[in-house]
C-alpha cells in the first residue's frame, strides 16, 4: 500500500477510535493503540502490507514534545511547599509496589532486568488520571486534588530517575551501593541541567521576541531538542533532556499560553507512535505476551493500591484522602511503554516486553474508566476494611515518619548540591584540558596549566564543601533542637545523627577522590592536609557562631531585667 494512504487510514482510524474512548474515560492513547490493532487485523486478513515510513520523524517529534509536556506540567513550587509529605507518602509506596512487584514478577519467570522494568512500569501514574484530577468528573475534593497532583508530579519524577539509572546501567551490574551512586549523579547532572536551562529562559524572558506566541513555541521546540542532545552527551537517556527543559520551562515562561500548540503536534506524534506499537501487537505478538500482558496490569491495579494507600497514611494523609487517591491514581503510565521501547530498542530488554508493558497500560486504563464515575463508593468500602484501633495506631506512627522524612530531605538536599559543584567543576576541569590539548604548548607548559586548573578546582570543590558542611551541621543542630525530650524524639534524634552521619562520610569520599589528581603531578596526597584546613575554618565558624548566639542571648536577657 502508497505510504501515504498507509498514514492517512492510520489517521482516520485511530483518530476516530481515540475520539471515542476519551468520551467514555478511557484517554486517547487507549484509542491510539486499539487502532492500530484494528488496522493490523485488516490488513493481515487482507493480505495488505502497510507502510508507516512516512511518520518516523514526526514519532520522534511527538515523543520529545509528550515529555516536555509532561515536565511543564510539574509545579515546581507546589512540590517545594509540600516535598517532604510528597516524599513521605512515595517512599512508603515504592517501597509496597517494589515487594509486590518483585513477586509477580519472579512468578511470571521474568529476568532481573525484566523484574526492574515491572517495578519501573508500575511506579508511575497514567496521564489519564492528570485529567481525572483536573476535571470534576471523580468528584474530589480540593484538598485531595492537591494532594494527588503533586504526588502525579512526583512520581513522574521518580519514574524518570528509575529509568535514567536503568538505561545506564547494564544488567551484569546493577547494585545497591552502585545505584546509589549513580542516583546521586543523575541528581546533580538534573539540577546542572536544569539550572542552566533556567538561566538561559530567565534572559531570554525579558526579549519582546519570546512574548510572542509562535516565537515562543519556536523557542520550546528548540530548548527541548536541545536539551535532548544534552542529555545524551551525559550520558542520560535523550528524552529525560526533554522532561528537564519542559520543567525549566514551566518555572520561567510558562507553557500555557502555548498549550494548545504543543498539544497539536504532540497528539499528532503520539497517534502515529502508539498506533504502530498497536499494529505491532495485533501482527507480532502472541497469546503468551497478550497472558502476560493482562496478568500484570489486573494485579498492577491493587499493587498501586496498596502501595498509594498506604503511603498516604503513613504520610499523614486521613484514610478517607488516602482511598480516593489510590483509587484515582492506580492506572500505570503510558510513559513505561516508551520506556520499554526505548531499552528494547538499545538491547537491554527483551522485545515481549514492549507488547506486555503496552497491554498492562490497555488494562489498567479500561479498570480506571470503568470505576472512575463510582470512586466515591469505592472509597467507602476500601475504609472499612480498617479497624478504628490500627487507624490510631498509624497516626502515631506516621508522625514519627514523617520527622525522619524531614530530616532525610534536608540532608539529602545539600548533598546533592554538594554533589552538582563537583561535577560541574570536574566537566570544566576536562573541557578546558581538552582545549589546551589542541594548542600547540611545551611539554613543560602544558603540565603547569593542567596543574593550575587542577588547583582551581580542588579549591572550588575544597570551597563547596566547607559550604555544605556548615549547612549540613546547623540543619543537624536545628533539627535536633526542634524535637522533643519523649520517647519519639530521641528515636527522631537517632536518625537525625543517622542521617547527617551518612551525608558527611559521602561528602569526604566525594572530596578524596576530586583531590586524588595530586598525587600523579607532586606524588602525594593532599587529601589530609585539605581535610584538616576544611575543619578548621568549619569548627572556626561554628565557634564564632556559637559565640554570636550566646551574646545575643546574653543580651536579651539584660535587656529584659533592665526593664524591671
Known amino acids: 500500500m502508497d505510504p501515504l494512504l498507509s498514514v492517512l487510514i492510520l489517521l482516520t482510524v485511530s483518530g476516530f477510535i481515540a475520539s471515542t474512548f476519551q468520551r467514555f474515560g478511557f484517554g486517547r492513547i487507549l484509542g491510539y493503540i486499539f487502532g492500530g490493532i484494528i488496522i493490523a487485523y485488516i490488513a493481515l486478513h487482507f493480505h495488505i502490507s502497510v507502510d508507516f515510513s512516512y511518520t518516523d520523524a514526526l514519532r520522534e517529534i511527538g515523543l520529545i514534545l509528550f515529555f516536555f509536556e509532561a515536565g511543564s506540567s510539574i509545579s515546581i513550587s507546589g512540590l517545594r511547599a509540600s516535598f517532604s509529605r510528597v516524599v513521605a507518602i512515595e517512599l512508603v509506596s515504592i517501597t509496597f509496589i517494589w515487594t509486590l512487584s518483585s513477586i509477580v514478577s519472579f512468578t511470571l519467570g521474568f529476568s532481573q532486568i525484566e523484574r526492574l522494568f515491572t517495578f519501573l512500569l508500575l511506579v508511575n501514574c497514567s496521564m489519564v488520571t492528570f485529567y481525572l484530577i483536573s476535571s470534576d468528573r471523580g468528584r474530589l475534593g480540593t484538598k485531595i486534588k492537591q494532594i494527588a497532583t503533586l504526588q ?35 541528581a546533580a547532572l538534573s539540577l546542572i541541567m536544569f539550572a542552566s536551562a533556567y538561566l538561559i529562559l530567565r534572559i531570554l524572558s525579558s526579549s519582546a521576541l519570546v512574548q510572542e506566541k509562535t516565537n515562543k513555541f519556536i523557542l520550546s521546540l528548540a530548548i527541548a531538542l536541545g536539551y535532548v542532545s544534552i542529555s545524551q552527551y551525559f550520558g542520560l537517556p535523550p528524552l529525560f533532556g526533554a522532561f528537564i527543559s519542559g520543567l525549566a520551562f514551566s518555572s520561567t515562561l510558562g507553557a500555557g499560553e502555548i498549550a494548545d500548540m504543543l498539544v497539536g503536534m504532540k497528539e499528532i506524534g503520539m497517534l502515529f507512535y502508539f498506533s504502530s506499537l498497536g499494529a505491532d501487537i495485533g501482527l507480532f505478538n502472541s497469546i503468551k505476551v497478550i497472558k502476560y500482558g493482562i496478568i500484570l496490569g489486573m494485579l498492577a491495579v491493587p499493587i498501586r493500591m496498596i502501595g498509594l494507600f498506604t503511603g498516604g497514611i503513613l504520610g499523614g494523609v486521613t484514610p478517607e484522602n488516602a482511598s480516593l487517591i489510590s483509587l484515582t491514581l492506580f492506572p500505570i503510565a503510558e510513559s513505561g511503554i516508551i520506556f520499554a521501547d526505548t531499552l528494547a530498542s538499545s538491547g537491554m530488554l527483551a522485545s515481549q516486553m514492549v507488547g506486555i508493558s503496552t497491554i498492562a497500560v490497555m488494562s489498567t486504563l479500561i479498570v480506571s474508566g470503568a470505576i472512575s464515575s463510582r470512586i466515591d463508593t469505592f472509597a467507602l468500602k476500601l475504609i472499612s476494611f480498617i479497624p478504628l484501633n490500627t487507624r490510631k495506631a498509624l497516626d502515631g506512627i506516621s508522625k514519627l515518619y514523617f520527622s525522619s522524612i524531614e530530616t532525610l530531605v534536608g540532608t539529602f538536599a545539600i548533598l546533592t548540591r554538594f554533589v552538582a559543584i563537583v561535577l560541574l567543576v570536574s566537566y570544566l576541569s576536562d573541557m578546558f584540558s581538552l582545549i589546551f590539548q589542541h594548542i600547540n604548548l611545551s611539554f613543560s607548559i602544558e603540565i603547569i596549566i593542567r596543574v593550575i586548573i587542577g588547583v582551581l578546582g580542588s579549591s572550588l570543590v575544597l570551597l563547596a564543601f566547607i559550604v555544605t558542611t556548615n549547612s549540613m551541621l546547623r540543619f543537624i543542630s536545628k533539627r535536633f533542637n526542634m524535637l522533643s525530650n519523649s520517647s519519639s524524639g530521641n528515636i527522631g534524634r537517632v536518625f537525625v545523627y543517622l542521617f547527617g552521619g551518612i551525608t558527611l562520610v559521602i561528602e569526604l569520599q566525594l572530596l578524596y577522590e576530586s583531590l586524588s589528581w595530586t598525587k600523579e603531578y607532586f606524588g602525594i596526597e593532599f587529601f589530609g592536609i585539605n581535610l584538616a584546613f576544611a575543619l578548621m575554618i568549619i569548627f572556626l565558624t561554628l565557634f564564632f557562631m556559637t559565640r554570636r548566639r550566646e551574646a545575643v542571648k546574653r543580651n536579651t536577657e539584660n535587656r529584659k531585667i533592665s526593664r524591671y
Open 152 to 186: 502525579f508530579s512526583m512520581e513522574d519524577i521518580v519514574q524518570f530517575s528509575l529509568f535514567s539509572i536503568l538505561f545506564s546501567f547494564s544488567s551484569s551490574n546493577v547494585g545497591i551501593i552502585s545505584g546509589f551512586q549513580l542516583f546521586l549523579k543523575i
